[in-house]
């Protein structure tokens, strides 16, 4: 693996907030299943705000599979998450839209008197667009073919054999993204307290730019920089590109532009293998 930029200054992770582990004195469960047209031309869109949103590709139709896990510390708090927190679905012009929905806007009663996950399990057809939003929790998409937009603030992103592109961003995670062919369009991924480790096939041919504060940039690809390179003597690594907290370079013949951006973490583009 070559590196592209090495940095060695050292900052404390960021705490992450949300108690998984309290003793609640109450709890119930209730999964719920919905259906919708998917594929070309359809957008499923998730807003969450605790529990783990799950992506897989296959099938006719956009299936969904929600387990609400209702936690609170009585009775009485317990009835009064099932009113306050609910899920909202809206439908318009070939897009779904679900969202977790405090009605109070206040999620401080969440934190001390009750909690709410919607975990998501949902397939969705070859071409469905995706755009998932999760607060404190992952966000896994696994084997789709259309293009995403994926935020979290609060835990790791997970895309495994995609063939779309777009953006992924997360605040407090790691982010692994691989590809079962390379992206025809331009991809962007950006994290603030977690590494990056993206998976391309051989053959890529991409525009790459990156931008880091505290961590080095690698690839497995040779990269043509805009920059002067330097030998890594004794680094283990072929190549050196130093250009402060950025830099870019062509990978191959160049094509769909691939921006990685990092504050506290490395960067990795790994050849994936056959």
């Known amino acids: ?92 012009a070939g897009e779904v839209k679900l969202q977790q929905d405090y009605h109070q806007h206040d999620f401080r009663g969440d934190r001390d008197s009750y909690r709410v996950d919607f975990d998501y399990d949902i397939q969705v057809p070859a071409g469905t667009a995706l755009a998932l939003e999760n607060f404190n929790s992952e966000i896994a998409v696994k084997g789709t073919s259309g293009d995403f937009n994926l935020h979290s603030f609060n835990g790791h992103i997970d895309v495994d054999d995609v063939t779309g592109a777009g953006a992924v961003h997360t605040f407090n995670g790691p982010v692994k993204i691989g590809f079962l062919h390379n992206p025809e369009r331009d991809l962007i991924v950006k994290t603030f307290n977690g590494a990056v480790d993206a998976y391309f096939p051989h053959g890529l041919n991409a525009e790459l730019s990156y931008k880091t504060f505290n961590g080095g940039v690698f690839s497995d690809f040779e990269v043509a920089p805009r920059e002067p390179k330097e030998s890594a003597a004794g680094a283990g690594t072929k190549y050196v590109y130093h250009s402060g907290h950025s830099g870019s370079g062509r990978i191959g013949q160049g094509g769909p532009k691939l921006e990685f951006e990092g504050f506290n973490g490395q960067i990795r583009l790994h050849e994936a293998k056959s």
Not at 28 to 51: E, R
């Open 1 to 92: 693996m070559k590196a592209l930029l090495l940095l060695t200054i050292a900052l404390a992770p960021l705490a992450a907030g949300h108690d998984r582990n309290r003793a609640w004195t109450v709890e119930d469960q209730q999964t719920i299943h919905h259906s919708y047209p998917g594929g070309p031309g359809h957008k499923l869109a998730v807003h969450n705000f605790a529990g783990a949103i799950h992506v897989t590709g296959g099938g006719s139709r956009i299936e969904v599979t929600l387990v609400r896990h209702n936690r609170a510390a009585s009775a009485e708090k317990l009835a009064e998450a099932k009113r306050e927190v609910t899920l909202e679905i809206t439908e318009q």
